[in-house]
C-alpha cells in the first residue's frame, strides 16, 4: 500500500517503523532537521526501546524526507502524527496538524488522510468540510512512551474513525495483519475514545494520588489499600499507583483540551474540571512532605515518567523547580534523560545515583531509574533517618 506518515515523534516514529515491520515502504516526512538526520543515520533522538534495531531491519523501506513532495505523488493514505499541544487557555492547538493537512491537500489530491494525532472532537468532521478533495479518517493512537513500538505493533484494539465505506474497507485492509480487534465507529466518537481514556487515566492517578493524602493523615498503609482495592474486578489495580502526579506530554494537554473544548460550549463538567486542580495541589502536598530543612536533597528522575526520556509536562521537573525555589540544592539522577536536556536554574545533574547522594540529607525517588536491588551505604543511612521519599510506579503505566 502507498503510505506515508507527516512526524516522527513517538507517535509518527513508532507508526512508520511499524508499518515497514509489516512489509510496507514508508516514506517519512520530518521538518526538524535534526530528527530526520537521527533518522538517516538510524539513531534517534528520542529514546524508545525496540526503535533503532528495528530501524536497522528495516533499512531502506524507512526514507526520510524534508517534504511530501519528496515522495511518490499519489500515496492512498497519509498518516498525520504531528503534535497537538495546548495553548496558554488549554485549548488544543490544531496549527501544526492544519498546516499538514493544507500540505496534503495540495499534493496529494483524492487521498486518504488519517489523523494519528489526538484532537478536540468534532476536528476530523471539520476538516472534511473545509478540504473536500480528500477524505479523512481518525485512527487515535493509544502507545505509551516507553513502549511505544510495541503497543503499535500489539495493540489491545484498533480504533477506526471513519465516515465512508471506502476508507474503512482501505483501513481494515491495512490492520487486517495486526490481527487485534478492530472496532469501526464514526470520527467524532473515535477522537472521543482516544479523549476518554487519557481522562479516565487522569482521572485514576488524581484519586489515588488524594486517597494517598487521606491516608497518610490518618498513619494508614496506602499500599495495602491499593492492593486490597485494585482485586475488586470493577476497579482493577492498573493504573492505581500513588505518586507524583500525572504529567507527560498526553494526559495534562488532553484533559485540559476537554474542559477547554467543553467550557466553549456551555458544557460544564466539573469533574473533567477539578482534575488539573487535583493534580496541582497534589504536587503542593507532595512538596510538603519534603522537609525544608534538608539542604540537599537527592531526586531519581527527571522524565515525566519512568521508562522515557520525555521530559514534557515532568512533574519531576515541576518539583524541583519547587524545592529550588524554597532555597534547597537538588542533585538529580535520570540515566535516561540526555545531558542536554535543560534543567531547573538551581539544579545540578549526577552521573551516578552515588554521585547524586554523596550530599544529600534526604533523598526523593520519583522514578524508578535505580534497580531495586540498589544499596549503598549513604541510601541505608538516609532510609534508617526516615529522609527517603519513594513514589515510583511501575515502568509500564
Ligand atoms: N507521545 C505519546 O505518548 C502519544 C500517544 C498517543 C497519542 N499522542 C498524540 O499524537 C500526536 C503526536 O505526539 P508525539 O508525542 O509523537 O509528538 P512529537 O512532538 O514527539 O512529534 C511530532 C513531530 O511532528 C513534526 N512535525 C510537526 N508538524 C510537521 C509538519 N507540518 N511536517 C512535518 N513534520 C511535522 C515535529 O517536528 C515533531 O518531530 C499528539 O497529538 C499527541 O497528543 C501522543
Not at 512489509?23 to 543515520?41: C, F, I, K, N, S
Not at 530543612?293 to 515532568?314: E, P, Q
Not at 532555597?327 to 539522577?333: A, E, I, K, P, S
Request: proline residues 7%; negative net charge; glycine residues 8%.
Amino acid at each position: 500500500m502507498r503510505v506515508v506518515v507527516i512526524g516522527a515523534g513517538y507517535v509518527g516514529l513508532a507508526t512508520s517503523v511499524g508499518l515497514c515491520l509489516r512489509g510496507h515502504a514508508v516514506p517519512v516526512v520530518e521538518r526538524d532537521r535534526q530528527r530526520r538526520d537521527a533518522l538517516r543515520d538510524h539513531t534517534l533522538t528520542l529514546s524508545e526501546p525496540g526503535i533503532s534495531d528495528a530501524l536497522r531491519e528495516v533499512g531502506p523501506k524507512l526514507r526520510t524526507v524534508a517534504h511530501l513532495s519528496d515522495v511518490h505523488p499519489n500515496p492512498q493514505i497519509v498518516f498525520l502524527a504531528v503534535g497537538t499541544p495546548s495553548d496558554a487557555e488549554g485549548h488544543v492547538d490544531l496549527t501544526d496538524l492544519r498546516q499538514a493537512v493544507r500540505t496534503a491537500s495540495a499534493q496529494c489530491y483524492g487521498a486518504l488522510v488519517v489523523i494519528r494525532s489526538t484532537v478536540p472532537p468534532g476536528t476530523t468532521g471539520d476538516f472534511a468540510n473545509e478540504f473536500p478533495e480528500l477524505r479523512f479518517a481518525h485512527v487515535p493512537e493509544f502507545l505509551r512512551e516507553g513502549h511505544a513500538l510495541a503497543d503499535f505493533l500489539s495493540p489491545v484494539r484498533i480504533v477506526l474513525g471513519v465516515s465512508d465505506g471506502d476508507s474503512a474497507a482501505l483501513l481494515s485492509q491495512l490492520f487486517a495483519p495486526f490481527k487485534r480487534p478492530i472496532l469501526k465507529m464514526d470520527t467524532a466518537s473515535a477522537e472521543i475514545t482516544k479523549i476518554a481514556s487519557n481522562t479516565l487515566l487522569a482521572s485514576r492517578v488524581a484519586l489515588i494520588d488524594e486517597l494517598s493524602r487521606v491516608a497518610s493523615e490518618a498513619g494508614a498503609d496506602i499500599q495495602r489499600i491499593r492492593n486490597a482495592v485494585g482485586m475488586d474486578p470493577r476497579i482493577g489495580a492498573h493504573y492505581l499507583n500513588p505518586s507524583l502526579g500525572f504529567g507527560g506530554s498526553c494526559l495534562p494537554k488532553d484533559v485540559a483540551g476537554l474542559s477547554a473544548w467543553a467550557t466553549g460550549r456551555g458544557l460544564h463538567l466539573p469533574v473533567v474540571d477539578a482534575l488539573c486542580v487535583s493534580n496541582d495541589t497534589h504536587a503542593d502536598w507532595v512538596l510538603k512532605q519534603i522537609p525544608s530543612h534538608a539542604t540537599n536533597v537527592a531526586v531519581w528522575g527527571l522524565a515525566f515518567k519512568t521508562g522515557t526520556a520525555d521530559t514534557r509536562n515532568s512533574p519531576a521537573i515541576a518539583l524541583i523547580v519547587k524545592l529550588c525555589g524554597r532555597g534547597q540544592r537538588v542533585d538529580v539522577y535520570d540515566p535516561m534523560v540526555p545531558d542536554a536536556a535543560p534543567l531547573p536554574t538551581g539544579a545540578t545533574r549526577a552521573e551516578s545515583p552515588v554521585a547524586s547522594l554523596i550530599n544529600a540529607d534526604y533523598l526523593v525517588i520519583v522514578n524508578a531509574c535505580v534497580a531495586n536491588s540498589y544499596t549503598d551505604p549513604i541510601l541505608t543511612t538516609l532510609q534508617q533517618a526516615d529522609a527517603v521519599l519513594n513514589l515510583t510506579r511501575p515502568p509500564s503505566t
